[in-house]
């Protein structure tokens, strides 16, 4: 069986080369092999009309929750990187929040196996900051890079002990990887489960104020500057968060940041009627800081666009406001949403989406990919721009449902995922 895909006639979309225009794409081989206009087919070679479609730099997203090892009746590393191909995903980078954590090399070697098993997406796993995230001493970073893990992270808590975060960059920078913070200081937050403002009043929940997660964002930056490490902020959701990581950009501070589709179109109002399918971490914000997140997509303050896919069990997510867990899922809905509702309303271009969502996070996590250049890997997304679709989590690949776009009409979805040259969804 060949092993050549040509893909004919798309309008092919890479920022990384400056490409957007009808173009055919050859895969050969797992890699690249020619991008032009009117390549012949070999005899061998499966070719797939691409007119009215646009091809892209396989879709990366750096932040997922696969719930694989502990918690696989939410997701598992198959799932989830089948959920991955059919969003149009080429790649994720696993959170090592699991039970028990990613916290050494052996659980990193198990993420990395089990996804290459799936034969989906590919997965690459994120080791913990510290042992058993907890806090206290910096994990195996070393050793948990040779097995493979791509950055270094807590997620779902913060680091409070800035002595750590300091050590945590200084090791990062040592073996060329990214420390990876949700920020977040728990002393102003751990009692919240929304914004805090007006609505949470209203509601008589208890609230997370912005300055939660501004602190830690203005700490982070101080100790990336101070240690000449690359910090990754996680899912930005503040207006003064988005211009203290713009001023430490310009100031030469190694940082890279993520917006999430839910902080870039959803604000605290989606909370009304204690909707426990919009409670996440962090909340979602005001219109203001909305706009400021949109903003910084816009002008490339904020590099990337990453879903904090976070399944949890329908039973978990039916329980009263204040028990229900954070997180939503987003890998099935992310190009949909951020078509219709970002690219849609003029916020960026697709091009600049197509940057956010590939080349970007390639970079930011020294990935292969996110670029069609010949001899590069295979990955590629194929999806029609104009399809127009409802969502329906019972649909989903994703093992859970929790998402606050339920029945939502979208426009825009994946029609073919390839990684490595091989077709992993098909549309």
């Known amino acids: 069986m060949s092993d050549k895909l040509l893909l004919k006639g798309g309008r092919v979309v890479d920022p990384s080369q400056s490409l957007d225009g009808t173009l055919d794409v050859l895969l050969a081989g797992g890699h690249i092999a020619e991008v032009g206009a009117g390549i012949d087919a070999a005899e061998d070679a499966r070719v797939v009309d691409c007119a009215g479609l646009v091809v892209t730099p396989g879709l990366i997203d750096v932040h997922v929750h696969l719930r694989e090892p502990g918690e696989e009746h939410k997701e598992t590393i198959a799932t989830g990187a089948a959920a991955a191909a059919a969003g149009g995903f080429t790649a994720v980078c696993a959170m090592p929040n699991t039970d028990p954590p990613i916290d050494d090399p052996a659980a990193v070697g198990y993420v990395a196996a089990e996804g290459r098993r799936a034969g989906a997406a590919r997965v690459y796993p994120v080791g913990c900051i510290s042992v058993g995230r907890a806090g206290g001493r910096l994990a195996l970073v070393g050793e948990m890079v040779e097995a493979g893990a791509v950055a270094i992270t807590d997620d ?7 002595g750590l975060m300091r050590l945590a960059l200084d090791y990062a920078k040592a073996f060329g990887i990214p420390v990876a913070d949700h920020p977040e200081d728990l002393g102003l937050s751990a009692a919240g489960h929304m914004n805090e403002g007006i609505v949470s009043t209203r509601l008589g929940l208890p609230g997370k104020p912005n300055a939660s997660e501004d602190i830690h964002i203005v700490r982070d930056l101080l100790l990336a500057e101070l240690t000449g490490g690359h910090i990754h902020l996680q899912h930005v959701s503040t207006r003064f968060g988005v211009e203290a990581i713009r001023q430490g950009k310009a100031r030469g501070v190694r940082v890279t940041a993520e917006a999430s589709p839910h902080h870039l179109v959803l604000n605290e109002e989606a909370v009304n009627g204690y909707r426990t399918e919009a409670k996440m971490n962090p909340p979602l914000r005001t219109a203001r800081d909305v706009e400021a997140v949109r903003a910084g997509l816009a002008d490339g303050t904020l590099d990337t666009i990453a879903t904090d896919h976070a399944p949890h069990h329908y039973d978990e997510k039916e329980a009263a406001f204040a028990e229900a867990p954070n997180g939503v899922v987003g890998l099935e809905t992310a190009l949909g949403v951020v078509l219709t509702k970002v690219v ?47 969502v329906d989590p019972k649909a989903f690949r994703s093992k859970s449902r929790n998402t606050p776009f339920a029945g939502w009409e979208l426009q825009g979805r994946p029609r073919l995922t390839v990684v490595g040259g091989r077709i992993v969804f098909e549309g």
């Open 156 to 162: 779902g808590s913060p680091v409070m002990d800035s």
């Open 344 to 390: 849609g309303e003029g916020v960026i271009d697709l091009s600049t989406m197509v940057e956010r969502m590939s080349c970007a996070p390639a970079r930011a996590f020294n990935l292969p990919g996110g670029s069609l250049a010949v001899g590069g890997p295979a990955d590629v997304t194929v999806f029609d721009a104009e399809a127009r679709w409802t």
